[in-house]
């Protein structure tokens, strides 16, 4: 008996509908950074188009990425926005679970800040101070290279210019990308201060970053879950703790709370849009290019969101906290976005 071949569509396969749309509306996931502006977005998308309005839940980058690349088809978000730059690790799953095309859209730039309630002093920081008030290991205070458990407890014991208070940060679990691009600008800044761990940096790569990047976890750093509004309710009810988080959410909240400046560098819109705040990163989302004319709607949101209403210097997510791009960012990354061009490389 021959075998019948039955005709399945490609978008059959991915598990779309060939009757009609299995899904009807957008899925985005990942960072909690990113989500306060990709909600306004949907509600600009939902109210200025005949589409629906896209679902967004915030997951953290991390766990964003996990979802995106878990899969193609309506059972798998279609976009996931990133407070970091996507991994090649990251990369490589997407492309072992089928997602081989994925499209990335820089939408601006934002700043890491550490506030306290302004019932409190605000404080002035440098990169080594914030290194050692966190870390899990710390050089030997006796002296030598030698390094030990973080023995210092309050911001006092790291900096006699600093206050008797006990250190208590509550800042982003691993799954977020505030907390990785946190590690890498300010603890990593902070650790290259000391040369003994310098030198390791050129000698063991992963070391240095085992190092650098290690968080205390004798309570002085609490992971505060990927809410970062019930981060600014603690500290308004703990005037002593710190809170870490992005500069969107301090400038919501500036009735109430004031960034730390480090090295010398207030947290401030013009200072993290000229690049001089030392803590500053680009914020992302991305789209999987399969589901572009799958799941409706998809290139209409792109084109929102890379409009100059949305992100340009005037653009209503200015409003927000967002920091536009500089004017000599290239025009082509805007339409590699709106046109659906996956993205090729770390370094394209």
Request: net charge neutral; glycine share 12%; hydrophobic share 40%.
């Amino acid at each position: 008996m021959r075998k019948t071949l039955v005709s399945v569509s490609l978008a059959g396969l991915l598990g779309f509908s060939t009757a009609g749309h299995a899904r009807d509306y957008i899925t985005i996931v990942g960072s909690s950074t990113v989500y306060p502006f990709a909600t306004v977005v949907a509600e600009n998308f939902g109210r200025g188009t005949a589409f629906k309005t896209p679902k967004i839940e915030s997951t953290g980058t991390g766990g964003g990425f996990k979802l995106f690349c878990a899969g193609v088809g309506v059972g798998h978000p279609d976009i996931t926005n990133a407070s970091r730059r996507i991994k090649q690790s990251e990369i490589d799953d997407c492309a072992a679970h089928g997602v081989t095309e994925i499209v990335e859209a820089t939408i601006g730039f934002d700043g890491i800040v550490l506030a306290n309630s302004r019932k409190a002093q605000p404080m002035a920081l440098s990169a080594r101070d914030i290194f050692l008030a966190l870390a899990k290991v710390v050089p030997n205070p006796k002296g030598g290279d030698d390094l030990v458990p973080n023995p210092y407890r309050t911001w006092k014991d790291v900096n006699p210019t600093l206050p008797a208070h006990r250190i208590e940060v509550m800042g982003p679990p691993p799954t977020s990308g505030t907390r990785d691009a946190f590690v890498e600008l300010a603890m990593e800044g902070g650790c290259q201060t000391f040369p003994s761990i310098k030198a390791v940096k050129a000698q063991n790569e992963g070391r240095f970053k085992a190092i650098c990047h290690g968080l205390r976890e004798d309570g002085a750093y609490i992971e505060a879950g990927e809410n970062d509004n019930l981060i600014v309710q603690k500290l308004e009810a703990n005037p002593r703790a710190v809170g870490i988080f992005g500069f969107s959410f301090l400038d919501q909240n500036i009735d109430q709370l004031h960034g730390a400046s480090v090295g010398g560098v207030a947290p401030t819109f013009e200072n993290i849009a000229d690049g001089s705040y030392p803590v500053a990163r680009s914020l992302y989302y991305y789209v999987k290019k399969a589901h572009i004319g799958s799941v409706p709607g998809i290139a209409e949101y792109n084109a929102e969101f890379m409009s100059e209403r949305a992100i340009g210097d005037e653009g209503y997510l200015i409003d927000k906290g967002l920091i536009p791009m500089p004017p000599h960012l290239p025009k082509q990354k805007h339409t590699a976005v709106t046109n659906g061009k996956p993205l090729r490389g770390l370094h394209s």
